[in-house]
């Protein structure tokens, strides 16, 4: 699950533990926020100790939403570019594996040129970090401004950062909404198809598993609980059971209201298996 860091990051693995997860995803901070509080020496201890005591990996930290590479305003690139810098600078002192990037948008510009305003950015943040932690790029939903929301756009920044960057997470809400109709066989082929044409079948680092409120290609990133959604437990099961996503570590991104979400989601999944 992604976990609530309320009350000290360590408390994030204790509640993944508690919901017996053997790995999960967080926010180091306020994702909402540009201030970012220093992790104390004893937060990070405490983070480690316990990561290894629960035997919790991998640990994934997703990025601010305010991050956006690709925008317009040399101001908020840079803003962008210093906050994802922060971003991997915590993940290593946490000891997670993997940080995870939505690589931002642009709505009244050409997708192309976005794309190459958002790989200069990440050049810029991450070329000269020796970070530990890989960075992994996120596929969107394709609503409008949007960079990412197709395998081949993911692809375009990838193959031009090389090394800088780890590999993909795919979310099915986004996939879906994006046009990928993983609700049929042939949807969640044509998308395996695709990453294995332009990223490689090895570049899937993550999945979010999400159902999705809306049909598909409506471009609308609204999640929904497993099974409830227009996705359906069908097709979720067949997708994380297609060869290709069947190894691949699992994070739920569902509503949550009260701490029976989480539990009657996790146990949806489970039974995939």
């Not at 305003?73 to 600078?89: A, G, P, Q, T």
């Not at 609503?143 to 979310?171: F, H, N, P, Y």
Request: charged content about 30%; glycine content about 8%.
């Amino acid at each position: 699950m992604h976990t609530s860091i309320a009350g000290g990051l360590h408390l994030s693995l204790e509640r993944a533990h508690e919901l017996r997860c053997t790995t999960m995803q967080i926010f180091s901070h306020n994702p909402r926020g540009w201030a970012v509080k220093e992790i104390s020496g004893k937060d990070r201890e405490l983070f480690h100790r316990l990561k290894k005591e629960l035997d919790i990996s991998p640990v994934y930290i997703h990025t601010s939403y305010l991050i956006n590479m690709a925008s317009q305003s040399k101001i908020l690139r840079r803003k962008s570019i210093n906050l994802l810098k922060e971003e991997m600078e915590r993940a290593d002192a946490l000891g997670a594996e993997y940080v995870i990037l939505h690589t931002g948008s642009a709505a009244h510009d050409d997708k192309k040129a976005a794309r190459k305003r958002a790989v200069h950015a990440l050049e810029a943040a991450l070329k000269e970090g020796m970070w530990q932690a890989g960075l992994l790029l996120e596929n969107t939903a394709g609503a409008k401004g949007d960079i990412t929301s197709e395998v081949a756009e993911l692809a375009e920044i990838q193959g031009k950062l090389g090394s800088l960057v780890a590999g993909v997470c795919i979310d099915t809400c986004h996939a879906f909404q994006a046009g990928y109709n993983i609700k049929k066989p042939e949807g969640t082929g044509q998308l395996a198809e695709e990453i294995e044409k332009y990223l490689g079948r090895d570049s899937v680092k993550l999945i979010h598993l999400n159902d999705s409120k809306a049909d598909t290609g409506h471009h609308r990133d609204r999640h929904e609980h497993i099974g409830r959604g227009y996705i359906g437990t069908k097709g979720l099961k067949a997708f994380v059971r297609h060869e290709m996503f069947l190894n691949v570590p699992i994070i739920l991104e569902t509503p949550k209201k009260t701490d029976t979400d989480d539990i009657r989601n996790l146990k949806a999944v489970r039974k995939f298996f």
